[in-house]
């Protein structure tokens, strides 16, 4: 028995459906041991181990096979399971059986946890930590400790830390807001609380109390009134620099700003004063003007130099209200003494109109009249009565001119075409020239002792005093009215009034208000007074004279043998580059410096920049360098810089573009940085081809060359757009085309676009107006008599591409005859020049004006040089120079094909 117990185990080898162990008191049975352990094969469907119906405990294990339950039962009462290969320990109270400790899950039904690890026993008892339960966190301790009473809300007063604050009624009606429209009507918000910072609108309101405008630009569109107590009338806002803004009257050029005074004393005004010698303008005799200016400067140096003019006149002041420019008063200048602090200017009134107030801000301008040119003989062609062999108009006093036969007489050459020919008395079919023009309003100004000259856009009112030869550039139309007859003394000619502008309508009439004439651009009208009996009198219109488009002045060779092959370029507003073929050295490529400062042209030395060339083109780089690019006779397509100092040239390293041979090259100069020539590939086929030039100083380097198109070409012109971008024109054999070359990492070409379905015989030109405007000068060869004409081209820089309009005629010739070499050069972005040569016609050049904004182009009349200086001209090139100034370098094949420098110059269209 002893043993039994110490061993406590107990082996039972079941077998079926249940096994029973049976109870015999105070024997020692299978009952008595404390551990079971039930092994054996059971039936599938579970097992029944029986114990007797006392009160005991045991710890039974379920080694049977079939993975069944063992049930433990006392026959009464509840009964207790062990699952399979699990282990219990089992109570009996003798009348039921219970579960203890247990190797196996517990489920939670039972009072365990149905569970094998601690986060599954939590999970399984609804305690999983962030799903079921809140994990530790400080904040949850602090808000635990946080006592909320009514109209509170918590918030945040540290980390881990929390406190409750009041939440008015008020703040809630925001809270409960749907969306930030909906708050914005709960605060009584405008559309203004919507604006960006920097795009604020104020419609129908305004804004009050601003102190500072923080921004440093801003922008008003629309009417924007200032407060009255800011600024005066027709003041301006300006900036001292340092951000401050004030108010006061605007300055333009010559213009001084002063304020007016009423008082009439000949003495110093005070700084920043002018003042009158009688309250009546029309009776003003005399100014006193303070060597201070309103703003505070010294302009006595300045004043001072308002006489310098050897005319009798001096110039024009006006004296105009800033804060109502209706108010003037407008004089002639004929003497200035400068006594200590101020100017004392002796006038004559010429208009004036409202009432100038004191303390007035006005401001000064003073137009000074050009100097007085030398006398000598003035002749007319008709007008006046014959004297000897010329024809005479007599001025009468105060002129002491005189005539052949001691007649007190100004003769004026209008007609003639030279001087030689008036004294011969020969007058000569041609019409009036610009140039004549404007050479007999000046000699009117000369011979007849002065004149004035007056660029205004008011109307004038000539009287008895008046000088008798009005010069005026009109600024606007304006109407000259001559003086009550009765003050003046028959026989004429009266009046001399010279149109010396262009554009605007200079009307005359007589003192009844009688239509004289309506002058135009460049038209001198007499005028001779035969009857001064009544106020308006007996006014005679003398001959009115025509001024009209280009006249060529001076010549001058540069090249002493036969020159071809001619390109120029603008250096600066007084220097051109010519570079050419000198025909008669072996045709070495040769370039020269021409300055047009003077009144001819002065050559310079030329340089040789190769020893055979066919064709050469070039382009300004900057004001004292340009690019030169020429076939080197056969062998290849080279490139040099040239710099100028003075008119002395001196070479850079030349640099090939196409090892090939190349001919009609034509270059142009986007940047300092960038060249782009176009030109025939005679190594592949004559195909139109285009290469970048990069240009560092006087060193070349070219890129990479592309084949435009696949098409032949004799002629090339091309022309910058921008930094970028250059438009080109080429001739093809049966068609020719135009496009845009683009050079980024490395160079392009748009699609080229046809603007001529023929060849232009190699003869065009072409001009880049603005970045979306060119213009392309052409031979129109198809056509029988062979016109220039000219076509415009619309260009998208972005696309890129062009787009072409429709040609218009610009030089044309005799029938059966031609034109050739026509160039074109850009005046402004709406204006170009034009020259072409009238061939079988001895050579002679034409010039025209082309305008071009919209539509078709406009293109002025055509003007044709003087045989005597621009015969059998051929080869030309066109450069201008200044607007109305332009370079014409050509060969002259009456002179033996020299090569000759032409002036040619404009006064009037």
Same mark, same amino acid.
């Given at each position: 028995m002893l043993e039994r117990m110490a061993q406590g185990y107990l082996a039972i080898a079941a077998s079926g459906t249940s096994t029973t162990i049976t109870l015999t008191d105070w024997t020692l049975g299978d009952f008595h041991y404390f551990t079971y352990d039930v092994t054996g094969t059971v039936d599938a469907g579970g097992h029944t181990l029986t114990l007797p119906a006392k009160a005991f405990a045991r710890f039974i294990k379920n080694n049977t096979t079939n993975s069944v339950t063992l049930t433990v039962s006392i026959g009464v009462g509840t009964t207790a399971t062990i699952a399979a290969g699990k282990a219990a320990l089992i109570f009996s109270d003798g009348s039921n059986v219970t579960k203890g400790p247990s190797t196996e899950v517990m489920a939670v039904a039972d009072g365990g946890t149905g569970s094998t690890t601690a986060a599954a026993a939590r999970t399984a008892l609804g305690l999983a930590i962030g799903s079921d339960v809140q994990a530790f966190d400080t904040d949850l301790t602090a808000l635990a400790g946080?006592?909320?009473?009514?109209?509170?809300?918590?918030?945040?007063?540290?980390?881990?830390?929390?406190?409750?604050?009041?939440?008015?009624?008020?703040?809630?009606?925001?809270?409960?807001?749907?969306?930030?429209?909906?708050?914005?009507?709960?605060?009584?918000?405008?559309?203004?609380?919507?604006?960006?910072?920097?795009?604020?609108?104020?419609?129908?309101?305004?804004?009050?109390?601003?102190?500072?405008?923080?921004?440093?630009?801003?922008?008003?569109?629309?009417?924007?009134?200032?407060?009255?107590?800011?600024?005066?009338?027709?003041?301006?806002?300006?900036?001292?620099?340092?951000?401050?803004?004030?108010?006061?009257?605007p300055v333009i050029g010559s213009e001084q700003p002063y304020t007016f005074s009423t008082t009439t004393t000949d003495s110093d005004p005070g700084a920043g004063v002018v003042r009158l010698n009688n309250a009546t303008p029309a009776s003003v005799t005399e100014i006193y003007i303070d060597d201070l200016n309103a703003a505070g400067a010294d302009i006595r140096t300045r004043i001072a130099a308002w006489d310098d003019s050897t005319s009798s006149t001096k110039g024009t002041l006006t004296i105009t209200s800033l804060e109502n420019p209706a108010e003037y008063i407008c004089v002639t200048l004929t003497a200035l003494t400068q006594p200590t602090g101020y100017s004392k200017l002796t006038v004559t009134h010429i208009d004036s109109a409202g009432t100038l107030a004191?303390?007035?801000?006005? !401001?000064?301008?003073?137009?000074?009249?050009?100097?007085?040119?030398?006398?000598?003989?003035?002749?007319?062609?008709?007008?006046?009565?014959? !004297?000897?062999?010329?024809?005479?108009?007599?001025?009468?006093?105060? @002129?002491?001119? /005189?005539?052949?036969?001691?007649?007190?007489?100004?003769? !004026?050459?209008?007609?003639?075409?030279?001087?030689?020919?008036?004294?011969?008395?020969?007058a000569v079919d041609k019409p009036m020239n610009a140039l004549r023009t404007k050479q007999a309003i000046d000699a009117l100004v000369s011979t007849a002792g002065g004149a004035t000259e007056t660029t205004t856009g008011t109307d004038q009112t000539l009287t008895s005093a008046s000088t008798r030869v009005q010069s005026i550039t009109p600024?606007?139309?304006?109407?000259?009215?001559?003086?009550?007859?009765?003050?003046?003394?028959?026989?004429?000619?009266?009046?001399?009034?010279?149109?010396?502008?262009?554009?605007?309508? +200079?009307?005359?009439?007589?003192?009844?208000?009688?239509?004289?004439?309506?002058?135009?651009?460049?038209?001198?009208?007499?005028?001779?007074?035969?009857?001064?009996?009544?106020?308006?009198?007996?006014?005679?219109?003398?001959?009115?004279?025509?001024?009209?488009? @280009?006249?060529? *002045?001076?010549?001058?060779?540069?090249?002493?043998?036969?020159?071809?092959?001619?390109?120029?370029?603008?250096?600066?507003?007084?220097?051109?580059?010519?570079?050419?073929?000198?025909?008669?050295?072996?045709?070495?490529?040769?370039?020269?410096? !021409?300055?047009?400062?003077?009144?001819t042209p002065s050559i310079g030395a030329e340089v040789q920049f190769n020893a055979d060339i066919n064709h050469s083109s070039c382009a300004q780089i900057e004001t004292d360098k340009a690019i030169i690019t020429y076939n080197n006779a056969t062998t290849s397509g080279d490139a040099v810089v040239v710099t100028a100092s003075g008119t002395t040239l001196t070479l850079g390293t030349a640099e090939t573009f196409e090892s090939a041979n190349t001919t009609v090259s034509s270059v142009t100069v986007c940047s300092t940085s960038l060249a782009i020539v176009a030109y025939c590939d005679k190594g592949n086929t004559d195909y139109i081809t285009a290469c970048p030039i990069?240009?560092?100083?006087?060193?070349?380097?070219?890129?990479?060359?592309?084949?435009?198109?696949?098409?032949? /070409?004799?002629?090339?012109? +091309?022309?910058?757009?921008?930094?970028?971008?250059?438009?080109?024109?080429?001739?093809?054999?049966?068609?020719?085309?135009?496009? +845009?070359?683009?050079?980024? *990492?490395?160079l392009?070409?748009?699609?080229?676009?046809?603007?001529?379905?023929?060849?232009?015989?190699?003869?065009?030109?072409?001009?880049?107006?603005?970045?979306?405007?060119?213009?392309?000068?052409?031979?129109d060869n198809p056509t029988t008599d062979k016109p220039t004409d000219v076509v415009p081209v619309t260009l998208d820089t972005a696309t890129p591409s062009v787009s072409v309009g429709l040609a218009v005629p610009v030089a044309t010739a005799d029938s059966g005859r031609s034109t050739s070499m026509p160039r074109i050069d850009r005046l402004d972005d709406d204006t170009a020049i034009s020259i072409t040569n009238i061939d079988n016609l001895s050579d002679v050049l034409s010039v025209q004006k082309i305008n071009w904004n919209s539509g078709t182009p406009n293109v002025g009349a055509q003007t044709t040089f003087s045989y005597a200086i621009a015969s059998a001209a051929q080869n030309q090139d066109l450069v201008v120079l200044s607007a109305g100034r332009y370079a014409v370098p050509y060969r002259d094949a009456g002179n033996s094909n020299y090569g000759t420098a032409l002036i040619i110059e404009e006064f009037a269209e």
């Open positions: 946080v006592t909320i009473a009514a109209d509170q809300i918590l918030y945040g007063s540290g980390p881990g830390a929390w406190a409750a604050t009041s939440l008015t009624a008020f703040a809630r009606t925001i809270l409960d807001d749907a969306d930030a429209a909906t708050a914005r009507a709960t605060l009584g918000l405008g559309s203004i609380a919507t604006q960006a910072a920097n795009s604020v609108s104020l419609t129908g309101g305004s804004a009050t109390g601003m102190t500072t405008l923080a921004s440093a630009t801003f922008t008003v569109t629309g009417q924007y009134s200032l407060p009255a107590a800011d600024g005066s009338a027709n003041q301006f806002m300006k900036t001292d620099g340092a951000g401050a803004i004030s108010f006061g009257y004191n303390a007035e801000n006005i !401001v000064l301008s003073f137009v000074p009249t050009g100097d007085q040119g030398a006398g000598g003989d003035v002749n007319v062609q008709e007008g006046g009565a014959a !004297v000897g062999t010329r024809a005479n108009l007599n001025f009468g006093t105060p @002129f002491s001119t /005189t005539d052949d036969a001691g007649n007190d007489r100004v003769d !004026v050459d209008l007609d003639f075409a030279s001087q030689a020919e008036a004294e011969a008395g020969t600024t606007a139309d304006l109407t000259v009215n001559l003086p009550d007859a009765t003050t003046l003394n028959e026989g004429g000619p009266s009046f001399v009034i010279a149109h010396k502008g262009i554009g605007n309508t +200079i009307t005359v009439r007589d003192n009844g208000g009688g239509l004289i004439a309506a002058l135009t651009t460049g038209e001198i009208l007499t005028l001779f007074l035969r009857d001064n009996s009544t106020a308006a009198g007996g006014w005679l219109r003398g001959s009115v004279t025509q001024g009209s488009g @280009f006249v060529n *002045t001076a010549t001058e060779i540069f090249n002493s043998a036969g020159t071809e092959a001619i390109s120029a370029c603008l250096l600066d507003t007084d220097k051109v580059l010519y570079c050419y073929r000198d025909a008669g050295a072996s045709n070495v490529g040769n370039a020269v410096c !021409v300055d047009y400062s003077g009144a990069a240009i560092s100083g006087t060193t070349l380097t070219a890129g990479g060359a592309i084949q435009v198109a696949a098409e032949a /070409t004799s002629g090339t012109a +091309i022309d910058a757009i921008n930094s970028t971008q250059a438009f080109l024109a080429y001739d093809g054999p049966s068609v020719s085309k135009c496009c +845009i070359l683009t050079e980024s *990492t490395g392009s070409a748009t699609t080229p676009q046809t603007f001529l379905a023929s060849d232009t015989d190699s003869d065009l030109d072409c001009c880049v107006l603005s970045s979306t405007r060119a213009l392309i000068l052409f031979k």
